[in-house]
Each structure stands twice: as structure tokens, then as C-alpha cells.
């Protein structure tokens, strides 16, 4: 048994097997491996007893359940108004060019994934961002490439 | 007696059941509301919105498709604010949809098409999305195309897929701008477990799903003065047929169909119900064989219940999601691969021809059959067995295009040597045929007598009951088979793929008694296969049932074996059934594959 | 002005301390079913996440559905752009809404609630599963049979919406389902099921333990009791503040604005864009008979000052509807692509000016026709800003 399939089978007995477990084992998954691999779908379709189709179908739909390959740290930077008006493009600039990436690409390191996403609901806190499930607010571009200088460490 | 309510559908006043949805409402009263996502067999889905209809005190307009009934409501199905919303709503699919008709296989047959030219959508004001898009053209499978620039995303192939067949091949994916239709992870359809029973085809409104179709090969291979080419017919074809060239579903067109073959320049013309007797004999024997050996020989190792074999659906889908049953299936080959085996051996060798100048066409109601001829070991006779499927829809395409006035021809017989067929034959095409055909001959051979059942009608088997089970007692049988005296011959019959699960569900879990299984991977049977003329509903495939039990009843011969041709054949050419010829040339294997 | 209008009330009910929520508890339950609804219909609560249904009734219609098996489910999904009372909530008073969800569950007969929070929420889940098993431990002392689980989203707007909430829940694709049926009679598992803002539950914590006078006295008709908005963008107060319902625009500007205010959209992308001139006449609140308009309201309140392009505004919101758009309907899947590539067209001058009127219909179509609210929505902001703004969308 390969890592991934101990680790669904682990979720399995975690949440159950049921069409309601779905949503917590893809969540689990990406939580270890930070995006759903073909093998894990497959994985979870066999273990849950469900079409691969209907598990890929529902991944797919949720904004945080990444079937492409990602980075050790996700780097979700809030695009909505807000953080807009209150300079996220600045803050994204300082990102891209210390990491040598644009939004949607992942360092060739593995460690770093950048990609916009919509409202965090720290909008009185603008510009703000998650880095995995962290939340980092109040962003300048100096905050932050003192941010990901800490995170370089890891 | 439940209540009745009344709503009025643009003043006219009508009583209703509750529940009911104001789609059904309307139809009582000869009002029709344009619909795109809504099918008849499938459960409804309220997303293409284009059946808006407004509801006086709303003020948003509700789909008729999923809004049900109240008491006193009061609808307008066709207001100035409905037609304009209508309007938008088509012109927005259109927007985002591949609108080349001229270019398309469905011209003339599209439901987007229709409703655009039933709105006089005539100018495209709205900005074209496609360029936008990276959509793909799925054409690796040899039986489905997958055009996504032209899908609507109505879902009725997903709920096909998932409610009808059970197999979820396809799934909606991604959300917003970027949902689509998909199978796991965007592979081709051939790489997944596509059956290739072609529902999903039967039930596309427009150009995304259609069938990989041959008909240029054909009409090569017939303009060249080299080729010989031989077709055979299945037997739902002849009741299917006439609905894409001006007749009513349930049209028996056998007679024209031979007529228009004929005309349409094929050398020989014959049927697939030969060889369907032929299977019975060939599976008949079979069936006996393994019960001897279970019954009386006390074999362990048999495999019971036996299974038919004669649906490529089916097959595919056995061998991806049970593939430890395998050996349960009938080593059979369907009617379509055994003709197709004989045409380049006995027939080549008896019209003394070279057979590798024959061309092997067959007319069928499937998309899985042009599937299964492409099967790597369908070769048998030395070549390729069947060269080229046809679906009963291409057909009409080529009489069509030959200009033939099919309505008016005069009936033709089928060609000698395998052309000649029986009621048993036939009854192939609907769900529960093959279980009757194989009784009436097997029956007989163990028993002496005929099947105990007026007329030979068999009618516990017949119906369109997702799962059928029926029994027969064998009593005093003749002396080679007394160890079947007494035995109560069981078996059952499913249609659809998703019944096929509930019974190989309940096999593996060893709650199956019956001793031999038919499934036909579509709904109704071969009748309404994935090439049968579109629209499809369970009223035309209960037409189309009628019709097959017509042709049974009027055959001259209604059993398998009594056939003089399938006679002549294992006195010439097979020797016996289960023989060293018949092994070679009308006997398979199968392959297990992934179940994801 | 008519007399109707506040001046900006503010109240402190939600984030007052909670420690007495175990009597409050105790105390409630200790009530008939009928005698809580009937305290909740006369408060004239309304839902606050948006949508604005009188809870009361919501509760009311749950309890006399037939089912053995019934949820309550405190929707966390809070995802509406410039929204961010929802977090503070659940960080500061989470057992407010916990003895909310037990009364409910109490009332109408269920033994489970469900919180589902939104993914991007992560960061809230353990502090809010420990004050969970305490909460739950106190109940089973007052043998009140009732669990609460947490349900994390995924990343997707459109799981606030109740249906697709209830799709998600269910391990789907949060996709909206069709209404009628209605939650209260058909919702998670198919079953009856209350479902509230967590905003909602919070108020009727305060409805219980105050009583509901006191909440009904705040406000102004139609829009009774305390809110809590959102405050963001061009703001030198940025924040969460509580405040009673019925407040004009005007004065919502003058104690929020940085002086230079050009537009607030209110409710976020789903609401409205009101320009200077009409701060006097709009009031926030419900749908009533004021004078003027009267906006329904999630809270979000954005702040925009002269240096603000609203055509980048309304760029922003239609990229977001086109991205959270669960993409089932055609209206809103088609529409809201259509709606962001024609005004980037008329931009552009690849279209005429003319060609925003097409859209204004468009806009129309899709809140007549699309399946859920999202949908129905994206013509209040879209509407509000070209008819508002339109030199901006051409120029």
C-alpha cells in the first residue's frame, strides 16, 4: 500500500465512506499533498465506492481542491475591490518578482504557488492573502517579501 | 382519490393532480413549451432555463419544466417579457456555441437549430465566445464523437450516463466560464469507461454527441468495381428505420429496408437475424453443456449463471467493473461478429469469391458495435470480420442522399444463405428476445416438446420491467437429459446498464439463483440502442417492442433450430455447435480492464 | 428628510460579552416551542445574510413540517466581497450562535447542527471546535440532545447560497437546486431544515436574552433591529460596527467617508451602487414603504472616493460572478461572460456606446430568468453602475 492509499484509507475511517464523506477526504488529501494527483482520484473512487468521473467532477469544482501540482505553500492573494483599491497589485508585483513566478505558476523548487483568488473577508485589513491557511493582512510589498523570506527558511 | 387543481395556462382553465409541473399542465391543453435540458426519461434538470414561463404575482418567471402546480396559479407561456426572455436565452447558447450548421452532422436535426429558427434568431448581437475558449473534438473512440464547441451543457448526457446506464463516464466539471462536460480528467472517451452504448448520443439536442459515422467508407467500397460488399441488418433496425425517413415509431419497414439496400448498390443483402439463430444454437448448446456439467457431473469449477453475450455495451462494461466474471459470459460471439466471421469464409467459399475483395457492412441500432468490429481479436476468418458499422441513422443518411423514395418501394426479400431467419430471430432486438429465443430451442432439444406458452409467446420475459425474472420446470426430459427432471430452469433479463448492476450486484454477493442472465446495455434492448433515430422516450421503444413481436408472430418459422439455412450451414460448413469450426469462427474471449 | 430617517444609531448587542450564555441557554428551552417563535415573529427579525426572511416564520414552518430527522445549519459561507462580519462572530462570541442553533434545534425538533465555514476560514476552525465540545458537554448536563459538526467549504462563493450549501454539504458539486421545494420543508438530506446567517443566530441570542421589544424598538418599520456592517475601501475608519437599521446613506457617508466620497456599493457585488446624489434619499434597510429607496443588505458597505474608476469597479465584479458562477444556468453562465467582454468591448470602442443598452437587458433577462440569486443579482450592481456612471464605461 503506497502512502496515498494509507492516507485515504486513514480519512476513510476518519469521516466514513459515504457521498458526504467526499468533500473532507479531498480535503484531507490536499491538506497532506497540497493538490489531487490522478492516482488519489482513483484512489478515493475505490475506496468510497464512487465513479472516478463524479470525484473529478467534484474536486474540480471547489476553488481550493487543486488537481494540478502546487507548491509546499499556496499563496492565495485576494483580487476582489477592496484589496484592489488598497494596493494588492503592488503587493503581488513585489511577490512575482522575488519569487521569479507569475500568478498561476509554482517555483521550480516546489515550494512556492502563486494564484489569485476572490474575497478572504479581510477587507477592512486590505491587502490581504493566505498562505496556506494562514492569513496575512495590512500587506506592503516590504511586509511581505520580509514574509516570504521567513517562509524560505521552512 | 387525490385532489385536483386548477391552474390557467394563457386563460385557458385546466385540472390537474398536484405535483404536477406546469410543462405537463400546459401539454393537457395543447400549449407547447419550448424545452432544451428537459427529457422524458430523465429526471428534470431546470438549468437551460429555456422554458420560462411567467406566473402572474412573480416576479421572477419559474421554469416549467421544474415548477410544480398550485391551485389558481395563473400562467403565461408566451408574454412579451417570456419571448424576450426566450429570445436572450437562445441567443446567449448561441453565443457560445459552434453555430456552423452548414458544417455539422445534425443540420436539419439540432434542437438549438430548431428553436432558432422557430425565433427567427436572425442577427447575433451578443459578442462570440469560442475564440475565447480551448475546447476540445474528442474523435479517438470508433464509435462516439465528442465535439465540446458545440455543447450547450444541458447535463442530459451526464444524467444519461449516470441515471439510465449507471456507468458516470461523463461528469460535469470546473465551475463558471469554465464548466464543461468532461470524463475523468478530460481523457478521451476511449480511455475511460465509456461503454460506447451511445445513450448519451441518443440524447444530445445538438452536435456535441454523435456517432463516428462510416458513411463515405461505404459508399467507396460500393462505387469500387473490385469490391464485393455484403450487409446484414440487425433485427431492431427494420422497426427503427422507417422513423427517419416518414413513418410512425412502431413502422415494420423490413421488406423497403431490404428494397432500398438493394438499390443502394450493395452486392448482397442479408441478415443478422441468420446468424442470431444461429447464436442460439451456438449458445443453446452451451448453456446445456455447462448445466451438465454443474448438475450432473457435479463440476465445481462451472461457471453459472451463464451470461449472454451479444451486447458490446454490456461486455465493455463487465469487463471494467466486474471483471472476475468474465468467465461467466458466453464465449459466444453477437450475431453481428459471427456473420461477420462467415461472410469471408462460407459465404466467399460457397459464391466462389475472393474474400479478400469483400467488404463486410452491417446496419445496426448501436454505437458500441462499430466499437466492438474494431475489437482486436475480431479477425477470425483471416481478415477483418466486419469492416464497417453503420447505425440505423446512417442508413437513412445514404437513402437519402441516393434520392430513394423509401416510403413508396416495393418490399424485397433478403439473399439466399444467410438471409433466411425466424421469429426468434427477431425478437433479438427487444429486451428479453435473446431469453426467449434461447428457451424455445432449448426447451425443445432437452424435452422433446415445445415451450409450454400459447403460440410459443413466452410472455414472463417480455416487458419493460428493468429486471425480469422468470422460471421454467423441466418435466420428464428426454433420456440424455434426466438430470435436468424436475429442475426449475431459472433467468433473468435486465436492460439498461444500470439494471445490469443491481443483478451483478446481487450475483456477487451470492444472492443470485437463476441460471442464465440476458442483458441488453440499453434501455428497451437493442430497440432503442445508441444508433436507433433520435428523439427516443419510453413510449416509441414501447412502439418499437410491439413491432418485433409483430414480426415474430407472423415468421412462418418461429424457433431457432427449425431454420433450413442454420441447418444447411452446420451440415456444409460447422459440423456441430460447440465444434472445432464453430470454436474457431464464431467463439470470443474477453479482456478484463481498469475500473477507473 | 422625513422623520422616518436616523441619524447613524450605534449599538453594541452582538459583540457584548457572552459568559451567561449557559443560563440563556437553559433558560430558553425551558419555553414552549410556540411561545420562542411567537418572540421571534414580533421582533420582526429578518435574515442577515442578505436575503432578509423573517426568521421567525422560517423557524415557525421548520417546527410543523412532518420529519423525524430535521438540521440546523448555521451557513458560515460568508463570501459576499467586502463582508467580513461573519469571521469576527465566530472568532469573538461563537457561543452565542451555538445556544441560537440549540434553541432552534429545541424548537423544531432536530438533534444536529451543522456550521459550514468557508475554507478560506481555516485558520477559525480549532478555537471554534473547542468552545463546540464544551458547548456540547454543557448540553448533555442539561440533557439537551444536540451536536454541532463543522463542514469546511472549499473555495466557492456560490455554497452561501442555501441549496448549493446543502449540494455541498452532501459531498456534490454546490450547484443551486431548484425552489419550490423550499429548505424549510425539503433541505439537507432532503429534510426540513433551518438554515440562518450566523449574523441571524447571533441576533436572536440577543432576542432571547433581552427580549423582543428591546430589539424591536431599534430600527425603523420593515427593518427592525441592529445590523452589522462591513466597512471598506476609501474609509478612515475601516471595521465591523453595529447599527441600527433605517439609516440614510447621507449620514452612513458623513460619519464613514474620507471626505470625498463618490459612490458606496452596498451589499457587495450582489447589491447596489449608490452615487452621491441619491446618499439623501436611500435608506438601508429592508424593502418597505419609506420614502426613497431602501436597499435589503448582507452589510458590505464599499467606500469609493473621486480617484475611483467605476468602470474597474464593475470590471472587478463581473470577473468574480464569472469565476463564482457555479455555471449550470444559461443566463448566468452566458450572461455574466457576456456582461464583463461587452463593457471591456465598449471600452474599447470595439462596440458603440449604444451596445450598453443591449446589455442593461441582458442584465434584465438574467434576473427574471437565472436559477438562484446569484444570477438574479448581478443586474443590481450591473444597472446601478452603468446607469450611474456611463461617461466612465465609454470614456
Known amino acids: 500500500m503506497d502512502p496515498i492509499q494509507s492516507l485515504i484509507k486513514e480519512l476513510a475511517v476518519k469521516h466514513g465512506r459515504k457521498r458526504e464523506s467526499l468533500l473532507p477526504v479531498l480535503q484531507g488529501v490536499v491538506e497532506q499533498e497540497r493538490y489531487l494527483s490522478e492516482h488519489s482520484m482513483i484512489e478515493i473512487a475505490r475506496e468510497l465506492d464512487l465513479p472516478a468521473a463524479e470525484v473529478y467532477g467534484t474536486a474540480t469544482f471547489y476553488s481550493f481542491l487543486e488537481h494540478r501540482k502546487m507548491g509546499r505553500f499556496v499563496i492565495r492573494i485576494c483580487k476582489t475591490i477592496s484589496c484592489s483599491m488598497k494596493g494588492k497589485n503592488q503587493v503581488l508585483l513585489a511577490i512575482q518578482d522575488m519569487l521569479k513566478i507569475s500568478t498561476g505558476e509554482t517555483t521550480p523548487d516546489g515550494r512556492f504557488s502563486l494564484v489569485e483568488t476572490n474575497c478572504l473577508g479581510l477587507c477592512h485589513k486590505a491587502p490581504a492573502m493566505l498562505i496556506n491557511e494562514e492569513v496575512y493582512t495590512d500587506l506592503t510589498p516590504e511586509k511581505v517579501r520580509e514574509l516570504l523570506s521567513e517562509y524560505m527558511m521552512k | ?596 | 428628510m422625513a422623520e422616518s430617517y436616523h441619524l447613524l444609531k450605534r449599538a453594541d448587542f452582538i459583540f457584548r460579552n457572552e459568559n451567561d450564555w449557559e443560563e440563556i441557554l437553559t433558560k430558553t428551552i425551558k419555553r414552549t416551542p410556540q411561545d420562542i417563535i411567537n418572540e421571534l415573529i414580533s421582533s420582526e427579525l429578518k435574515g442577515r445574510g442578505g436575503a432578509g426572511f423573517p426568521t421567525g416564520l422560517k423557524w415557525k414552518i421548520t417546527a410543523e413540517a412532518k420529519s423525524a430527522e430535521k438540521y440546523v445549519i448555521c451557513n458560515a459561507d460568508e463570501g459576499e466581497p467586502g463582508t467580513f462580519k461573519d469571521r469576527e462572530i465566530l472568532s469573538r462570541v461563537p457561543y452565542k450562535v451555538l445556544t441560537a442553533m440549540a434553541v432552534c434545534a429545541h424548537i423544531i425538533g432536530s438533534k444536529k447542527g451543522i456550521i459550514y465555514l468557508r475554507g478560506e476560514y481555516h485558520s477559525l476552525k480549532e478555537a471554534l471546535e473547542k468552545s463546540i465540545s464544551e458547548f456540547e458537554y454543557y448540553c448533555k448536563k442539561i440533557k439537551l440532545d444536540f451536536s454541532v459538526e463543522v463542514f469546511m467549504g472549499s473555495g466557492a462563493y456560490i455554497c452561501g447560497e442555501e441549496t448549493a450549501l446543502f449540494e455541498s454539504l452532501e459531498g456534490h458539486r454546490g450547484e443551486p437546486r431548484n425552489k419550490p421545494p423550499y429548505p424549510t420543508i425539503k433541505g439537507y438530506m432532503d429534510k426540513p431544515t433551518v438554515i440562518n446567517n450566523v449574523e441571524t443566530l447571533a441576533h436572536t441570542f440577543t432576542i432571547f436574552k433581552y427580549g423582543s421589544k428591546k430589539f424591536y424598538d431599534l430600527g425603523v418599520q420593515f427593518s427592525r433591529g441592529t445590523k452589522l456592517f462591513s466597512v471598506s475601501g476609501d474609509t478612515p475608519k475601516p471595521g465591523i460596527y453595529e447599527l441600527e437599521l433605517g439609516m440614510s446613506l447621507q449620514d452612513f457617508v458623513n460619519e464613514f467617508g474620507d471626505g470625498d466620497t463618490k459612490a458606496v456599493q452596498v451589499g457587495g457585488a450582489s447589491g447596489f451602487l449608490v452615487p452621491r446624489k441619491k446618499f439623501q434619499e436611500t435608506a438601508i434597510g429592508y424593502q418597505g414603504k419609506l420614502t426613497g429607496i431602501s436597499l435589503p443588505t448582507g452589510g458590505s458597505m464599499m467606500i469609493f472616493n473621486s480617484s475611483r474608476s467605476m468602470f474597474n469597479v464593475l470590471d472587478n465584479y463581473l470577473e468574480f460572478f464569472r469565476e463564482e458562477s457555479c455555471g449550470q444556468c444559461t443566463p448566468c453562465r452566458v450572461g455574466c461572460q457576456q456582461l464583463l467582454i461587452g463593457i471591456k468591448a465598449v471600452k474599447r470602442g470595439e462596440r458603440p456606446a449604444q451596445y450598453l443598452e443591449k446589455l442593461l437587458k441582458l442584465s434584465e433577462t438574467m434576473q427574471l430568468t437565472a436559477k438562484c440569486g446569484l444570477g438574479q443579482s448581478v443586474a443590481n450592481s450591473f444597472a446601478s453602475i452603468v446607469e450611474n456612471f456611463r461617461e466612465e464605461m465609454i470614456y
Open chain 2, 1 to 596: 382519490m387525490t385532489q385536483k387543481i386548477q391552474v390557467n395556462i394563457n386563460g385557458f382553465p385546466v385540472d390537474v393532480k398536484p405535483g404536477t409541473t406546469i410543462l405537463e399542465a400546459a401539454s393537457k391543453v395543447n400549449v407547447t413549451i419550448p424545452t432544451l435540458c428537459y427529457h422524458k426519461d430523465l429526471c428534470v434538470a431546470g438549468n437551460c432555463r429555456v422554458c420560462v414561463v411567467e406566473v402572474a404575482g412573480q416576479k421572477r418567471l419559474s421554469a416549467a419544466c421544474a415548477t410544480p402546480c398550485e391551485d389558481g396559479m395563473d400562467i403565461l407561456t408566451n408574454s412579451l417579457k417570456v419571448r424576450n426572455s426566450r429570445k436572450h436565452i437562445i441567443e446567449l447558447l448561441l453565443s457560445e456555441h459552434n453555430a456552423d450548421c452548414t458544417k455539422c452532422y445534425k443540420n436539419g436535426k439540432c434542437e438549438l437549430q430548431s428553436l432558432a429558427s422557430e425565433y427567427k434568431i436572425m442577427t447575433q448581437d451578443f459578442i462570440e465566445l469560442l475564440p475565447w475558449k480551448d475546447y476540445t473534438i474528442d474523435m479517438i473512440s470508433p464509435s462516439i464523437i465528442k465535439d465540446d464547441s458545440k455543447c450547450i451543457r444541458c447535463q442530459r448526457c451526464v444524467r444519461t450516463c449516470a441515471e439510465l446506464q449507471g456507468v458516470n463516464a461523463l461528469t460535469v466539471a470546473y465551475k463558471g466560464d469554465k464548466m464543461k462536460i468532461s470524463t475523468f480528467f478530460e481523457k478521451p472517451m476511449n480511455d475511460v469507461v465509456c461503454t460506447n452504448c451511445g445513450q448519451c448520443v441518443n440524447r444530445c439536442p445538438t452536435g456535441a454527441l454523435v456517432e463516428k459515422n462510416y458513411v463515405e467508407e461505404v459508399w467507396d467500397a460500393i462505387s469500387d468495381p473490385e469490391k464485393h460488399v455484403v450487409v446484414q441488418t440487425a433485427p431492431a433496425v427494420r422497426v427503427g428505420l422507417g422513423e427517419d425517413l416518414g413513418f410512425d415509431p412502431g413502422s415494420r419497414v423490413t421488406g423497403k429496408m431490404v428494397s432500398a439496400l438493394k438499390r443502394l448498390g450493395f452486392d448482397s443483402v442479408m441478415d443478422t437475424d441468420f446468424s442470431a439463430d444461429l447464436t442460439i444454437m451456438e449458445e443453446g448448446t452451451e448453456l446445456l453443456t455447462r448445466l451438465k456439467k454443474a448438475l450432473k457431473d457435479k463440476d465445481p469449477d462451472v461457471k453459472l449463471p451463464m451470461a449472454t453475450s451479444c451486447s458490446p455495451g454490456w461486455i465493455k462494461y463487465i469487463e471494467h467493473m466486474y471483471p472476475e466474471y468474465l468467465g461467466n459470459l458466453s464465449t459466444c460471439k453477437s450475431p453481428q461478429q459471427m456473420f461477420g466471421a462467415l461472410v469471408k469464409t462460407y459465404y466467399a467459399k460457397a459464391r466462389n469469391l475472393d474474400p479478400s475483395k469483400i467488404v463486410s457492412v452491417s446496419i445496426m441500432p448501436c454505437t458500441a458495435k462499430k466499437f466492438e468490429a474494431a475489437r482486436s481479436e475480431m479477425h477470425d476468418s483471416g481478415y477483418r470480420d466486419v469492416d464497417y458499422v453503420l447505425t440505423t441513422r446512417e442508413l437513412s443518411i445514404m437513402i437519402k442522399q441516393a434520392g430513394i423514395d423509401f416510403m413508396n418501394l416495393a418490399d424485397m426479400e433478403f439473399d439466399r444463405l444467410m438471409g433466411e431467419s425466424t421469429g426468434a430471430a427477431v425478437i433479438f432486438g427487444v429486451t428479453g428476445g435473446v431469453m426467449e429465443a434461447a428457451l424455445r430451442t432449448a426447451y425443445e432439444l432437452v424435452t422433446g416438446r415445445p415451450v409450454p406458452f400459447e403460440n410459443l409467446n413466452i410472455t414472463p420475459v417480455r416487458g419493460m420491467t428493468g429486471v425480469k425474472e422468470a422460471s421454467i420446470k423441466i418435466e420428464n426430459p428426454l433420456k440424455e437429459w434426466k438430470f435436468l427432471d424436475g429442475v426449475e430452469l431459472r433467468c433473468a433479463i435486465a436492460h439498461g446498464l444500470i439494471n445490469a448492476k443491481t443483478v451483478m450486484d446481487a450475483v456477487k454477493a451470492g444472492k443470485a439463483s437463476f441460471h442464465f442472465l440476458e442483458v441488453m446495455a440499453c434501455p428497451g434492448g437493442c430497440l432503442g440502442g445508441g444508433g436507433q433515430p433520435i428523439p427516443t422516450n419510453a413510449e416509441i421503444r414501447e412502439k418499437r417492442a410491439k413491432a418485433i413481436y409483430e414480426e415474430d408472430a407472423w415468421k412462418p418459422i418461429r424457433k431457432s433450430h427449425e431454420n433450413p439455412e442454420v441447418q444447411k450451414i452446420y451440415k456444409d460448413f460447422l459440423g456441430e455447435p460447440l465444434g472445432e469450426i464453430s470454436h474457431h469462427l464464431l467463439h470470443t474471449k474477453y479482456t478484463p480492464r481498469q475500473r477507473f
